[in-house]
């Protein structure tokens, strides 16, 4: 895995080494340059002179332009007090002239036994969490099943006002009626924002009131950069986090509830004959030990993931916020978990209370462009040396985010002939190979993973009140008839399912009976299913 300390004899490799190297040499002994532990060269001059300026000119590269220029002078000591400063300004304004590239907005490592921070970049600053949102709805809809005020096996219904959402969705036809049991892994598998919604307004009663009681949570946990403005994550500048904070939701949904992380740890799911897969699926099945939790992406956030992994009955997580695309978000993961399980120890998550800095500019997405095939190897790669290739000409132009995009699963990067500078990246014809690129700056695919099963299941409508005479009243009010055998006060409802332990996959298209089901594919087109309940229509005045 590429790092921040993956070297050229010992120069940190990026757009700055050469300014760095340069300033080692200027201020190291005159016969051997030694620039951060580099390995010393031997000065093939008179004393006082140097063929290499700096450890990082490589042999047979000592006339590319800024290092000619260096040649040109018989340096010492003296001399090099004016011209260094010189040649660091040419090669800043060079270096300043290059476009700028994606980089992470910002990310926070955590330990998820202890709350202890591994590392953190502008953990506090506000963010857009996008579809991150939908940890804390699940949250506060776990809650409710705690205190008995929701159960796995609830109606969930998709109103008018939930299936307006816009994709990523289900698109259930209005009135479509799910066990919230089921809800909730369309929502935090497939990111269905319509189901995030109907899942608010059957646990809060609307949509507000859903809202409200996400907004509490956030303020009982010291969430202090978060406001909730909708229960899914799709853009609106009101909704914040931070990476903190976010890390802080997903640290006590991991902890409290126990029972249900098996809800966010699954690649995809088959919904009768459709095929539904997370946008976390690879993360799922390169890294080791992975086991969740949820990505996101809005333009203005740039692509969004909390992750986790578990490692030896040690987890630990990571929060990622504002990556250039689906692959450095993927990469970056990788990195971080890793870093992450390398450490132990450090400041409490609660102990970073300062809100810093501003959210990302409206367009983030488009005024952050995405790595290159080239850069994403160059910065995440951990396989051999590679020969020269003119495939890093080729950018990234894939969304990994997105329904209908597709990875293709490649192999291990082979190894090439030595040369540690020049970028070979893997190409299938004249394509870049991006399921090969995948296996080198993630890893290969080490975690088998199937699709879940998921039907709408048999939903359990509240019981009517029952209505109670006013004592206070002498007028009398009509008792509620009883209810004749066969009949039903309400829509016809499938019988309700035998009792299932939390986490069961319900067998989609049989009944409790074991009878066959109509096709679940029937409420996404013209015919209702018989089973799916459904509004009367209002008579025409």
């Given at each position: 895995m590429f790092s921040q300390t993956d070297t050229f004899r010992g120069i940190p490799?990026?757009?700055?080494?050469?300014?760095?190297?340069?300033?080692?040499?200027?201020?190291?002994?005159r016969n051997r340059v030694n620039v951060e532990?580099?390995?010393l060269l031997p000065c093939r001059l008179p004393a006082g002179f140097c063929q290499y300026p700096c450890a990082a000119v490589r042999p047979g590269h000592e006339d590319s332009v800024p290092f000619r220029f260096l040649k040109v002078f018989q340096?010492?000591?003296r001399s090099a007090s004016v011209i260094v400063p010189a040649f660091l300004a040419l090669t800043a304004a060079t270096v300043s002239s290059a476009p700028s590239r994606a980089d992470v907005g910002a990310w926070i490592v955590l330990d998820a036994q202890t709350g202890d921070v591994l590392d953190e970049k502008d953990a506090t600053r506000p963010w857009y969490p996008a579809s991150i949102t939908k940890l804390m709805t699940a949250y506060v809809a776990f809650k409710a099943i705690r205190e008995g005020r929701m159960a796995l096996n609830s109606a969930v219904t998709v109103s008018a006002n939930a299936n307006a959402e816009p994709p990523s969705k289900m698109g259930f036809k209005v009135g479509t009626r799910l066990t919230l049991e089921s809800a909730l892994k369309m929502m935090l598998i497939k990111s269905a924002n319509d189901i995030a919604v109907a899942v608010a307004e059957s646990v809060g009663g609307t949509e507000q009131a859903f809202i409200d009681q996400m907004n509490a949570e956030a303020q009982r946990l010291g969430l202090r950069a978060t406001h909730f403005v909708n229960p899914?994550?799709?853009p609106d500048n009101r909704q914040l986090s931070s990476a903190r904070d976010l890390g802080i939701i997903s640290m006590a949904l991991w902890r409290e509830f126990p029972e249900y992380r098996d809800y966010y740890n699954h690649v995809g799911f088959r919904f009768g004959k459709k095929l539904l897969r997370s946008a976390n699926r690879e993360y799922l099945q390169r890294v080791?030990?992975?086991?969740?939790?949820k990505t996101g992406y809005i333009c203005n956030s740039g692509y969004n993931v909390a992750v986790s992994a578990t490692r030896g009955g040690r987890t630990v997580m990571a929060v990622i916020l504002g990556a250039g695309s689906g692959l450095e978000r993927l990469a970056a993961s990788r990195e971080l978990i890793d870093k992450g399980f390398r450490k132990r120890g450090g400041r409490s998550?609660?102990?970073l209370t300062e809100i810093e800095g501003s959210p990302p500019p409206d367009g983030y997405c488009k005024s952050n462009p995405r790595l290159d095939a080239e850069e994403l190897v160059a910065r995440y790669g951990g396989g051999a040396p590679r020969k020269p290739s003119l495939a890093g000409l080729l950018s990234y132009g894939g969304n990994h985010d997105r329904q209908g995009s597709r990875i293709i699963p490649g192999i291990d990067v082979s190894t090439s002939d030595g040369d540690e500078e020049d970028i070979d990246v893997p190409k299938k014809g004249n394509k870049v190979d991006w399921g090969r690129i995948m296996d080198d700056i993630v890893g290969p695919r080490v975690n088998a993973a199937d699709p879940i099963a998921v039907a709408l299941g048999s939903p359990v409508l509240p019981k009517l009140e029952e209505v109670v005479r006013d004592s206070g009243s002498d007028v009398g009010r009509p008792e509620p008839k009883p209810a004749q055998a066969?009949?039903?006060?309400?829509?016809?409802?499938?019988?309700?399912?035998?009792?299932v332990p939390p986490g069961a996959i319900a067998n989609p298209g049989i009944s409790s009976a074991g009878k066959s089901e109509a096709n679940p594919g029937s409420i996404f087109r013209g015919t209702v299913s018989p089973k799916t309940p459904f509004p009367l229509v209002k008579p025409q005045q």
């Open positions: 490799r990026d757009r700055n080494w050469r300014i760095r190297a340069a300033e080692g040499f200027a201020t190291h002994p532990g580099a390995p340096f010492s000591r899914h994550g799709l080791p030990g992975a086991n969740g939790l998550i609660t102990s066969g009949a039903s006060v309400l829509a016809p409802v499938p019988a309700a399912a035998p009792a």
